[in-house]
């Protein structure tokens, strides 16, 4: 039985007369990352938030699973690591303060973040309003593994980051996948991507 | 509802309303043919609190159970109803407080108690309109006229005792005893019934239309 | 609830005093609200009457509309910033929406705590007020500022998710909010002025306790799809 599957099913969903997502479906175990591709407007932030149950679908389904488990969708939106574009810190409190506050709100001791925010090279006392673009996408990077989420859902990963920043990105990512993970990552670029095992490709 | 149900109802009605002006006899304390009103001002602010406990009911469910649009739509229409009533009860019952305590309005606790209603209720449409996306909309908006569910009944039965009021009694007092001439009595119950069937009517009514304009505004992109 | 629930609203609590005492957004807004007003109806009214208990009708009716359109001013802010900056998908990904509305209601809480601490003692001074029973005036801004507390939460993370927030929650709250500003001037009145207000305590702590009960049932929904 694998670790973690991640499958949705016929996802629709429309903002006004717009329809953004029309039966979208896919699937992905652990280990393995589904790709999503599509220019820019095609939908790819609007599936994965539907994957992260922030934004409900108007049609289809989405099933996690951890370890043989079906979570709900209150509890999926909590296990999940979502790394989006659109997801920011508070301005008054430093790198070190809003991973602490992560981690108390996830129940895990305060100073969890810390390892990884080391390893990302993120500096500790700098408040989020006085981060580079890049360094924000770092904390972003924290934020999304800090917990070890089984599920992985990473809305244009690499944005931003310098050289040294998506490498150690993508070993992030290479150790999740190998600790038995799954991922969703979604680029309007062909981006080369590691142990690809589903694609899904949108257009307008 | 069946055509014949309808014909029923507005027989039902035209009984009323001529019983109300010739069959039942004039309140005792009342000023000339004034009392007659309570024929229709009590059934009005009766069905505008059950329009609103629908609501209320159907977006406790839309919560609970399946979000269908249907739920969402229902809730919707049930208080766009409910308003109508209320605003007729309140101006029927200004038109009484003209005859009788002769000024229209004197914030009697039962006037200030309908009009926090009405406020209370006015504002789901305002939230309605202020919120663009659909799902978001009918989560928020269901989430609000359940809220309603808890403090309507306040609004309508404990908002109105706290404080002196020169309006009648209600129908039923405090007692738990009725207090009405017989005649009396089974006009005002017909014509609530009749009203409450007016009601559901044009509940169903409105909420097929709503979601036929909702499917051809979904339709037309 | 378990001591994890607690911390994860400890936490939501914490940083929303942290992060005001490095920007002092609210508190500054709401104090001069208060004594602007204050000091304004003051002047304006002249001395509002002979007694202190015709004064104390009008103080404790001004304390209460003075309390509610600082409410209406500062308040919706706890969640529209989160909405507007973004940090609301943080909370949504990470806490427990029950745990984020307890956290929420005691950090609006302690501002209306605060609100009053200033604006009842300068209502006092500027109307020259006797207060016959202190006891029962605590009680009073207690109950109602916890209804009030919970009344605007919950709207304001309704409102926060809507177009025009700030005029939508006027027009959410207003209604909402008569029940308990009248009840809550009937008992500021009475312990001022030494009546018995024993039936309208027992009523503003029965809207007290609907209001938080429906605001904990209702949050999970209104917070996330």
Redesign the interface.
Known sequence: MPVARLAFEGLSRRFDRLVVLDRVSGEVESGGLFAVRGPNGSGKSTLLRCLAGLLAPDRGRVVAEEDGRALANDERRRRVGLLAPDIAFYDELSVSENLELVARLRGLPPASGRAVAERLGLPAARPWRALSSGMRQRLRWAFAVLHRPRLLLLDEPFQNLDDDGERIARALLDEHLENGGLAVAASPVSLPLPRISGELRLDR | MKRPLLWLLWGWMATVIVAAFHWAPLAEGFLGQSSRILFFHVPMAWVSFVAFMVAGVRSLAYLAGRRTERRDQAAAAAIEIGLLFALLATVTGAIWARIMWNSWWNWDPRQASIVVALLFYAAYLALRAAVADREARGRLCAAYATLGLVVAPFFYFVLPRLGFTLHPEAVINAQGKVEVEPRMLVVLLASSAGFTALFFWMHQLRTRLALREARLLEGSD | MSS?WT??A???FA?DW??ER??RHAVATLVLFAITTLVIASLALGPIGATPGERSDVASALLWILLLFAAAAGLPRVFVHEEE???A?????????S?VFAGKLAWVASLLALLEAVATPLALALFDLPVASPGRLVLALGAGGAGLAAATT?LAA??A????ATT?FA??A???L??LA??AVAATRAALGGGDAGDVLV?LFLYDS?IMV?GFL?F???W??
């Open positions: 994890g911390a994860e400890a936490a939501v940083k942290r992060a490095r920007a900056s973004h940090t998908t943080v909370l949504r990904l990470a806490a427990r929406p745990a919950l309704i409102v998710q809507g177009r025009g939508l027009a959410l207003f209604p909402l008569v029940p009248v009840l009523q609907t429906a209702l999970p929904v209104i996330a799809p």
